[in-house]
């Protein structure tokens, strides 16, 4: 199995499900081309004989034969290398997702460090439902761990859905501890009675992750697709899925699960796509001068008191009673005596009538005026008509 990239790397197919062994089949994918990946990786349980419940029935535990290694040193062997091949396919502003137990999230959290990955996270999923410690020697094993990366230390630019996230959770910041019922009942795929995974995660796991963390058609990599849960998730919130996975039988499960889901069809608005101040273009405080709609010598007042003021300079930076200079941030920061300050949230000018409205408004105007002048020629008024 070659596990070195392609001197012709194949051409990425989207919504596709390749078999094999994710670190062959990422060895043949192009540099930098997917925008998260969301890997469920073998946990290397690592059981010691049947588990029976109280009532002499015997729990349907992992001991799948893709979930057997010979020793720790195997098992991190083998994460190094699929991580090293999943570094290699994520663009430069991707981020990565892996999750875990116990028995290796530490061991997979130490080899993304020494391969360059940056924790942004580790998310601790709190099951509400978790399966009871039967032996009574230990507490319940109630969570397993997330842990979410960038690519390097360095990275500047990542999808991050705050607001979408904070409202989602009724405008409270999202906490990192997140209480998911394991996947049971109906949405459990089952042939005959028997699961067809036995570590099958829930959608909502899913659906939290890629609404955080991407926005409608960036793609999804999951190295260990399985029955295809984040390809399901992907394809509802109109995201593209590539899936690698070794099991015939997991695929067709996923195939069969994929097909019933109705492509998305709404707008990118309807999937998450809703603009922020920090996604939109970047306006300098001196553009609002170039268009007139601040004048050389206006008094800007610091929040809404008025006790505190600045005058603008026709350079766009602003000079304060003592003879501070500098731009609406340091000058903001200056006033309140911060380290740091978003002068666009704490400026405000006065109109005509007097009244007071913070300078992010007038900046807003000036983002309008330059989406209406790039619109394509056949959308604006005719002029002459």
Known sequence: MSLHPSDQPAELLLDHIYQGDCRAVLAALPDQCVDVIFADPPYNLQLQGDLWRP????????????????????????????????????????TIWVIGSYHNIYRVG????????????????????????????????????LLWCKKSAEQKSYTFNYQLMREMNEDKQMRSDWELALCTGSERL??????????QKPAALLYRVLLSSTNPGDVVLDPFFGTGTTGAVAKKLNRRFVGIERSSDYIAAAKTRLAAIAPATQSAEVYGLIPTKRKAPRIPFGTLLEHGLLQPGQPLYYNQDRQRAATVLANGTLKLADGQRGSIHKMGAAIANQPACNGWDHWYYTDAAGALH????????????????????NEHADENA
């Open 110 to 145: 130490s080899i993304m460090q020494d391969l360059g990955f940056w924790f942004l996270n580790d998310i601790v999923w709190v099951k509400t439902n978790p399966m009871p410690n039967f032996r009574g020697v230990r507490f319940t094993n109630a969570h397993e761990t």
């Open 358 to 377: 913070v300078i992010d408004e007038l900046r807003a105007q000036v983002r309008q005026l330059r989406a209406e002048q790039t619109l394509p020629a």
């Open 55 to 94: 009532n002499q029935t015997q729990v349907d535990a992992v001991d799948d034969e893709w979930d057997q290694f010979d020793s720790f040193a195997a098992y991190d062997q083998f994460t190094r290398e699929w991580l090293t091949a999943c570094r290699r396919v994520l663009k430069d502003t991707g």
């Open 190 to 199: 089952r042939v005959n009675g028997a699961k067809v995974h036995t570590t």
